[in-house]
């Protein structure tokens, strides 16, 4: 069965230091993983995915993540925190069917 | 453009009554979805239809009735609301075969009293 794990249900950074989001999956078969973000009162928007090819993915927002098979992980960075970066992350992994599933969700704040 | 609009935004009852909550999608896309997200942000799926048909049903009690009039609409009708109903609700669409990215709706923001 697949599964998503995001390590942290809070994460609290200073404006302009590093964001590190954390993943980690389980999947039979080679999967499609994403990160969502979710901004106060919104609705989920696709921040960055990997499908197959360069494990190291580059989103929006300078959000980028890296496709690691031997720790089953996909872990979700930012270089420099903005204020406005401060939202709800999910992580989310599909097989190529219809079903994708979530992580718990992962809250950023960014303090100044 | 909206790309998945929602209505209505907010609602809010009174326990017992029933209410529908409306999705429509311009993407063109195949496949659309309801989920549920409770006070946690956990988000849970609840329903997918492909084409107009059912594809997924999750655990849900069956007070909760999808229906897909076409490829563009799926709504949600939900009868003998309860507390425990008060979330959340997101739709959302996507095309199967590229690579599965979902797109959402604002939300629904039910609250029964």
């Known amino acids: 069965a697949q599964s998503v794990t995001q390590l942290g249900s809070h994460v609290s950074v200073s404006e302009g230091a590093l964001v590190l989001l954390r993943c980690n999956y389980s999947?039979?078969?080679?999967?499609?993983l994403f990160w969502y973000v979710q901004y106060p009162n919104q609705g989920l928007q696709l921040l960055l995915k990997?499908?197959?090819?360069?494990?190291l993915v580059k989103g929006i927002n300078g959000f980028e993540a890296e496709f690691k098979k031997s720790e089953t992980s996909f872990h979700l960075t930012k270089p420099s925190a903005h204020m406005s970066d401060a939202a709800e992350y999910f992580c989310a992994l599909n097989t190529g069917g219809f079903k994708t599933i979530f992580g718990a969700g992962t809250r950023l704040f960014v303090k100044a | 453009d909206t790309a998945v609009s929602q209505t209505p935004k907010y609602l809010v009852t009174q326990m017992g009554n029933d209410k529908s909550i409306k999705c429509e999608q311009n993407?063109?896309?195949?496949?659309m979805y309801w989920y549920k997200q409770d006070s946690k942000k956990f988000l849970k799926i609840m329903f997918s239809y492909n084409n107009k048909e059912l594809i997924i049903n999750e655990t849900v009690p069956n007070r909760f009735s999808p229906k897909s009039p076409d490829k563009a609409h799926l709504n949600l009708h939900i009868n003998s609301l309860e507390l425990g109903d008060s979330a959340v609700y997101f739709c959302a669409s996507s095309t199967p075969g590229q690579s599965e990215t979902q797109y959402f709706g604002p939300g629904t923001r039910l609250l029964v009293l």
């Open positions: 999947s039979s078969v080679p999967p499609y």
């Open positions: 993407l063109g896309h195949d496949t």
């Open positions: 990997y499908t197959t090819g360069a494990t």
